[in-house]
Antibody
Framework: QVQLQESGPGLVKPAETLSLICTVSGDSISGYHWSWIRQPPGKGLEWIGYIYSSGSTDYNPSLKSRVTISVDTSKNQFSLNLSSVTAADTAVYFC?????????????WGQGTLVTVSS | DIQLTQSPSFLSASVGDRVTITCRASQGISSYLAWYQQKPGKAPKLLIQVASTLQSGVPSRFSGSGSGTEFTLTISSLQPEDFATYYCQQINNYPLTFGGGTKVEIK
């Protein structure tokens, strides 16, 4: 059974960089899309971006200037960096796996981690 | 970006009721739509992909239909564990987008 686990600071100061890691267990990271999705408290879901195991990426244009997603296949991990954060970036951040190369529906998710942006 | 509009945004129903949720896309997305169930404090769970394919392990009371711009999620007989928020998601175009959600509560 594939499992994903987010890790990283729960509190980030305004204007700093939010950094999270997603560790994948139970399967290889190779051959799939791996996404970050966020959910502000009490609100809906927003796709942030994905990385394919080869390293190719695509980001939501609304965040593209501030987002970097990278992968470390040797550690079966991928990571999110979101720069210049504001209170609007406060959210639960999920990592998730795309179902297949052609169908980027999310079949496995991490439990989510709340990141609060505050001084 | 493709906008997904779900209706209703809130639904009050009883155990045993038949429930239908609609997701409308701002442009045609073929069948590239999924439905998720999310319970409080949990990650979303994939129920249906490519509009009508039930994920393994999902009860058969859940069904999906539609193509193009209009899609529906139907729960044939609502069970206590089905009270949750439901989201649609499209993969036809990037950026991937989700609907605003439909909260199903106990009447």
């Amino acid at each position: 059974q594939v499992q994903l686990q987010e890790s990283g600071p729960g509190l980030v100061k305004p204007a700093e960089t939010l950094s999270l890691i997603c560790t994948v267990s139970g399967d290889s990271i190779s051959g799939y899309h791996w996404s970050w999705i966020r959910q502000p408290p009490g609100k809906g879901l927003e796709w942030i971006g994905y990385i394919y195991s080869s390293g190719s990426t695509d980001y939501n244009p609304s965040l593209k200037s501030r987002v970097t997603i990278s992968v470390d296949t040797s550690k079966n991990q991928f990571s999110l960096n979101l720069s210049s954060v504001t209170a609007a970036d406060t959210a639960v951040y999920f990592c998730a796996r795309g179902l297949s190369r052609n169908y980027n529906f999310f079949d496995f998710w991490g439990q989510g981690t709340l990141v609060t942006v505050s001084s | 970006d493709i906008q997904l509009t779900q209706s209703p945004s809130f639904l009050s129903a009883s155990v045993g009721d038949r429930v239908t949720i609609t997701c409308r896309a701002s442009q045609g997305i073929s069948s590239y739509l999924a439905w998720y169930q999310q319970k409080p404090g949990k990650a979303p769970k994939l129920l249906i992909q490519v509009a009508s394919t039930l994920q393994s392990g999902v009860p058969s009371r859940f069904s999906g239909s539609g193509s193009g711009t209009e899609f529906t999620l139907t729960i044939s007989s609502l069970q206590p564990e089905d009270f949750a928020t439901y989201y649609c998601q499209q993969i036809n175009n990037y950026p991937l987008t989700f609907g605003g959600g439909t909260k199903v509560e106990i009447k």
